[in-house]
Nanobody, 119 residues
């Protein structure tokens, strides 16, 4: 089970950190990642982390968003800086047995957390 938290309302240029706590099993060997879905749009890949701290990001967030992982706490984080109004979406954490850039690769989803960026 994945539990996401940390969403909220922030002004453009601000920062937020989302958390995703995993429970009910070990996710150590899983690729962990984040997606987002804006109203009327498809769910979009943000990035994932694996093999300790190896990461890969979508070009739309590269340089502004950072994914990290605390294995002891079984938790994944998404640090979002320099937020823009177009980052407004419901953010979902995800777990997969393989590298993921599409929803089809995801095995487990967390519930979404709303992020709203005002201009």
């Amino acid at each position: 089970q994945l539990q996401a938290s940390g969403g909220g309302l922030v002004q453009a240029g601000g920062s937020l950190r989302l958390s995703c706590a995993a429970s009910g099993g070990s996710f150590i060997s899983y690729y962990m990642g984040w997606f987002r879905q804006a109203p009327g749009k498809e769910r979009e890949f943000i990035g994932n982390i694996w093999s300790g701290s190896t990461t890969y990001y979508a070009s739309s967030v590269r340089g502004r968003f950072t994914i990290s992982r605390d294995y002891a706490k079984n938790t994944v984080y998404l640090q979002m800086n320099s937020l823009k109004p177009e980052d407004t979406a419901v953010y979902y954490c995800a777990a997969a047995a393989q590298f993921m850039v599409s929803v089809g690769a995801v095995k487990y989803w967390g519930q979404g957390t709303q992020v709203t960026v005002s201009s």
